[in-house]
């Protein structure tokens, strides 16, 4: 079914040791129309990851195309031939959600990634170990959450992730993967060049939904209306944990999708892929 054309930025949450401080959404009229052809290159100065959903169940067309972004060794889709479906979870504190959540992943034999920040790794060490021991990945979100298309060198950029990588092997006894995702999904050129030369693959989205305001929680109804009916082959799923209605839909949306004769997938299958 074709709808109006639905261009959004969806910025994540900022995060101060543990607390939500900002989040917007930002979405253009349906004059906003842009397609993959006129959505090859970056700014030079910095952008928000952007996309515009044309029609429900098809993928949405991303600020830049998948062609680009692989110079870079970035992702936003996989494979839109296959019914495969990458699940990640930002996360920048814990509130209580991720143990259910991470039942639901189990129950369904589902594998996914989290993208933590400095904050969730000093304060939750055990979940982060049990992520761990059930098979998830656990991805770098940056340790303190900042703006990184305002870093321009390279120093400071490493300074972010290599900090959060030390903290993680010492909490895990592993060496983290080199998978980062942008904090509120803003990103330059230069970030993408800077992750790429550390060996990272940054990964965007190509499906999201409003669910981080703690306080002002989706409806049920309103999350699975997105969630199902956007989802497409190929998907990378954004989703936070610190979601409650996350945590009280996703046994039910993992089954849904099943239904709908999706499997869901490792990141590590978009790298080696």
């Given at each position: 079914?074709?709808?109006k054309t639905?261009?959004?930025?969806l910025?994540?949450?900022t995060?101060n ?5 900002a ?5 253009a009229s349906a ?6 052809s006129?959505?090859s290159h970056i700014?030079p100065a910095y952008e928000?990851w952007g996309?515009s959903?044309q ?9 830049a195309t ?5 110079q870079?060794?970035?992702h ?8 495969v479906?990458y ?5 920048g504190?814990e509130n209580?959600?991720t143990?259910?959540?991470l ?7 589902a ?10 790794l000093e304060t939750s ?5 049990r992520m761990?021991?059930?098979?998830h990945?656990?991805?770098n979100?940056?340790w303190?959450h900042p703006?990184m298309?305002k ?10 992730l290599?900090?959060l990588?030390?903290?993680?092997q010492k909490?895990?006894?592993?060496t983290m993967?080199?998978?980062y ?10 970030n993408?060049?800077m992750?790429?030369?550390m060996?990272y693959h940054?990964?965007?989205w ?6 981080w305001?703690?306080n002002?929680?989706?409806a ?6 997105k ?5 497409h082959?190929?998907?990378?799923v ?7 209605t996350?945590?009280?839909?996703l046994?039910?949306?993992?089954s849904?999708?099943?239904?709908m004769?999706?499997r ?5 299958e978009?790298?080696t892929?």
């Amino acid at each position: 079914m074709t709808s109006k054309t639905d261009r959004q930025v969806l910025n994540a949450p900022t995060y101060n040791t543990g607390i939500k401080l900002a989040a917007d959404l930002t979405a253009a009229s349906a004059g906003s129309r842009f397609d993959a052809s006129s959505s090859s290159h970056i700014s030079p100065a910095y952008e928000n990851w952007g996309l515009s959903f044309q029609q429900e169940g098809k993928p949405p067309v991303g600020n830049a195309t998948s062609d680009y972004l692989k110079q870079f060794q970035a992702h936003y889709i996989a494979d839109t031939t296959d019914p495969v479906i990458y699940l990640t979870f930002d996360a920048g504190y814990e509130n209580g959600n991720t143990a259910v959540i991470l039942d639901a992943l189990k129950k369904h034999n589902a594998p996914a990634a989290f993208f933590l920040v400095g904050n969730y790794l000093e304060t939750s060490p055990e979940l982060v170990k049990r992520m761990v021991a059930e098979g998830h990945t656990v991805g770098n979100h940056t340790w303190h959450h900042p703006d990184m298309s305002k870093i321009a060198d390279q120093a400071s950029f490493s300074e972010e992730l290599s900090k959060l990588e030390e903290k993680y092997q010492k909490i895990t006894g592993q060496t983290m993967k080199k998978y980062y995702r942008p904090p509120q999904g803003k990103y330059s050129e230069s970030n993408l060049k800077m992750a790429k030369e550390m060996g990272y693959h940054t990964f965007f989205w190509s499906l999201a939904y409003v669910d981080w305001y703690e306080n002002k929680q989706p409806a049920h109804e309103e999350a699975f209306k997105k969630l199902l009916g956007r989802i497409h082959p190929g998907a990378i799923v954004l989703l936070h944990s610190t979601s409650k209605t996350n945590g009280e839909i996703l046994d039910e949306l993992l089954s849904k999708w099943e239904e709908m004769g999706y499997r869901f997938g490792s990141l590590d299958e978009i790298v080696t892929g």
